[in-house]
């Protein structure tokens, strides 16, 4: 009996992949609204007969398993390097995940071009800009290489011919949503073509040790599968972050096969594309007036990495019944808790007075690490007396009014001596197993209460 693929309807969520055989209009997984559509899937049936035919995979003592050695090469743009596992690994699949607009085609570009300038052939497939638009781009960045090429293609199959012609060390597709298999009966940028596609690069990837990087723009609104549907099929996954209005981009490591998660870039986005910042924290804190009221140092973490960063704050006195509270990079709840907890517990009558807090950089940063700092950054604009400028801070606080102990204390206290700062209030339970090491050069000051950590710095 001959067996047949057979061809299923189902519908498929843009944001997260799920699949079902009905309609719905929220998906019962990621919980968006009017993100299902409509797909044909060929679900092959499992032939014994074939089956038998193909070789199989031998188990092997685990010992027995010789390695060989990952030998990787650096793109010599540092932080990428440093934040992918110190250098690109041959024949991986990378996601580049990003809001449109908000520097993945810059970057790819400057990659490729100190990739290819390393002797390396890079095909760039640009689905979304044509050749001319790129090479403007490009000669504006001052990117030139002999071995860049490039090719405006979204036809899947002509992309291959290309690859096979040039036979690059290296593969770019800005971005994936573009590309389509003709073959496939759903549209570009469908769950099922952006899959596809994904798949065949990781067999090509794999197949012939070509590094292929995947952008994959983050869409709003559902219509357009978006990058987390790709996240398990490839092995490193990058997100880009950051705001139009602000210079800074944070590249963050979700997933590395070959490396460390939750490593952090920082760029910016200059005339010149994208520059590294290898001391954040510099950059931050440049931009401080000292010693006014209002403004607290933390040693905050994104992913693994301390960073200094300052929270500052504003309270000033409303007579309108309901006063506001606003916030930028921080979150809203977060904020309208630590308040609720300096009036409860410091007995400071904040519900007469309108409240801003903001974290200077554009950042966002969602850290627990940060609380203390807000919480002084607020009581330091109600009292009108400024924190002194070389204390740094770091704590959880919880809704009693207590300083948490937060994670990586050493390296906050580590990144704020390197800084320059003389003093360190952290939670009391986090002195406890501290290294003599981060103990010398500044002065800890151990706080078991929000109470405590005011007097230490506001007097
Ligand atoms: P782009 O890399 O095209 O974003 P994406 O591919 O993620 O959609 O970045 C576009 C923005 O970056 C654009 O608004 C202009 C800005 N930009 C600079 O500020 N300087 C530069 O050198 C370049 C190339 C872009
Ligand atoms: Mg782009």
Same mark, same amino acid.
């Given at each position: 009996?001959?067996?047949?693929?057979?061809?299923?309807?189902?519908?498929?969520?843009?944001?997260?992949?799920?699949?079902? @055989?009905?309609?719905?209009?929220?998906? *019962? %997984?990621?919980?968006?609204?009017?993100?299902?559509?409509?797909?044909?899937?060929?679900?092959?049936?499992?032939?014994?007969?074939? &089956?038998?035919?193909?070789? #199989?995979?031998?188990?092997?003592?685990?010992?027995?398993?010789?390695?060989?050695?990952?030998?990787?090469?650096?793109?010599?743009?540092?932080? =990428?390097?440093? @934040?992918?596992?110190?250098?690109?690994?041959?024949?991986?699949?990378?996601?580049?995940?990003?809001?449109?607009?908000?520097?993945? &085609?810059?970057?790819?570009?400057?990659?490729?071009?100190?990739?290819?300038?390393?002797?390396?052939?890079?095909?760039?497939?640009?689905?979304?800009?044509?050749?001319?638009?790129?090479?403007?781009?490009?000669?504006?960045?001052?990117?030139?290489?002999?071995?860049?090429?490039?090719?405006?293609?979204?036809?899947?199959?002509?992309?291959?011919?290309?690859?096979?012609?040039?036979?690059?060390?290296?593969?770019?597709?800005?971005?994936?949503?573009?590309?389509?298999?003709?073959?496939? *009966?759903?549209?570009?940028?469908?769950?099922?073509?952006?899959?596809?596609?994904?798949?065949?690069?990781?067999?090509?990837? %794999?197949?012939?040790?070509?590094?292929?990087?995947?952008?994959?723009? $983050?869409?709003?609104?559902?219509?357009?599968?978006? *990058?987390?549907?790709?996240?398990?099929?490839?092995?490193?996954?990058?997100?880009?972050?950051?705001?139009?209005?602000?210079?800074?981009?944070?590249?963050?490591?979700?997933?590395?096969?070959?490396?460390?998660?939750?490593?952090?870039?920082?760029?910016?986005?200059? #005339?010149?594309?994208?520059?590294?910042?290898?001391?954040?924290?510099?950059?931050?804190?440049?931009?401080?007036?000292?010693? $006014?009221?209002?403004?607290?140092?933390?040693?905050?973490?994104?992913?693994?990495?301390?960073?200094?960063?300052?929270?500052?704050?504003?309270?000033?006195?409303?007579?309108? *019944?309901?006063? @506001?509270?606003?916030?930028?990079?921080?979150?809203?709840?977060?904020?309208?808790?630590?308040?609720?907890?300096?009036?409860?517990?410091?007995?400071?009558?904040?519900?007469?007075?309108?409240? =801003?807090?903001?974290?200077?950089?554009?950042?966002?940063?969602?850290?627990?690490?940060?609380?203390?700092?807000?919480?002084?950054?607020?009581?330091? &604009?109600?009292?009108?007396?400024?924190?002194?400028?070389?204390?740094? @801070?770091?704590?959880?606080?919880?809704?009693?009014?207590? $300083?948490?102990?937060?994670?990586?204390?050493?390296?906050?206290?580590?990144?704020?001596?390197?800084?320059? =700062?003389?003093?360190?209030?952290?939670?009391?339970?986090?002195? #406890?197993?501290?290294?003599?090491?981060?103990?010398?050069?500044?002065?800890?000051?151990?706080?078991?209460?929000?109470?405590?950590?005011?007097?230490?710095?506001?007097?």
């Amino acid at each position: 009996m001959a067996i047949k693929d057979k061809q299923r309807t189902e519908y498929a969520c843009a944001t997260c992949g799920t699949r079902q @055989m009905k309609w719905t209009g929220q998906c *019962p %997984k990621c919980l968006e609204w009017n993100t299902f559509h409509e797909e044909v899937r060929f679900v092959e049936k499992f032939d014994a007969k074939k &089956s038998r035919i193909t070789e #199989k995979p031998k188990p092997i003592r685990l010992k027995d398993v010789t390695l060989k050695e990952t030998t990787r090469f650096e793109t010599e743009i540092k932080e =990428f390097d440093r @934040m992918i596992g110190g250098g690109i690994v041959p024949g991986s699949l990378a996601l580049v995940g990003g809001e449109p607009g908000i520097g993945k &085609s810059t970057l790819m570009l400057q990659l490729s071009a100190r990739i290819a300038n390393k002797g390396k052939t890079v095909l760039y497939v640009t689905g979304e800009e044509s050749v001319e638009q790129t090479t403007i781009r490009a000669r504006r960045l001052g990117i030139e290489e002999e071995g860049l090429f490039l090719l405006a293609e979204t036809n899947f199959n002509h992309i291959l011919q290309e690859i096979d012609d040039i036979n690059p060390d290296v593969l770019i597709v800005d971005s994936i949503q573009v590309i389509y298999k003709a073959d496939l *009966p759903s549209a570009p940028g469908s769950v099922t073509q952006v899959r596809e596609t994904t798949q065949e690069l990781m067999l090509l990837s %794999k197949g012939r040790a070509i590094t292929t990087f995947i952008i994959g723009h $983050v869409t709003k609104g559902g219509d357009i599968a978006g *990058p987390k549907v790709l996240e398990h099929l490839v092995d490193t996954v990058l997100y880009f972050e950051g705001d139009k209005q602000n210079n800074f981009r944070m590249i963050k490591v979700v997933k590395n096969r070959f490396g460390p998660t939750d490593e952090v870039a920082v760029f910016q986005m200059l #005339k010149g594309g994208l520059a590294e910042v290898p001391n954040p924290s510099e950059l931050f804190l440049a931009e401080r007036v000292l010693e $006014v009221p209002g403004a607290a140092v933390s040693a905050a973490l994104e992913g693994n990495r301390p960073i200094l960063i300052e929270a500052q704050a504003l309270v000033s006195e409303t007579n309108f *019944p309901a006063p @506001m509270r606003r916030s930028s990079g921080i979150d809203q709840n977060r904020l309208a808790l630590l308040l609720a907890v300096l009036e409860k517990k410091v007995r400071y009558p904040l519900y007469r007075c309108d409240v =801003f807090v903001s974290v200077a950089g554009g950042l966002k940063i969602v850290e627990p690490g940060l609380d203390l700092a807000l919480v002084l950054a607020v009581a330091s &604009s109600f009292r009108s007396k400024p924190i002194d400028r070389n204390t740094c @801070m770091a704590g959880e606080v919880g809704l009693s009014g207590e $300083v948490r102990p937060v994670a990586r204390i050493e390296s906050r206290i580590k990144e704020a001596k390197h800084m320059g =700062f003389k003093r360190f209030i952290l939670p009391k339970r986090n002195m #406890k197993g501290l290294s003599k090491e981060a103990r010398e050069g500044i002065i800890l000051v151990g706080a078991d209460f929000i109470e405590e950590a005011i007097d230490a710095c506001i007097n």
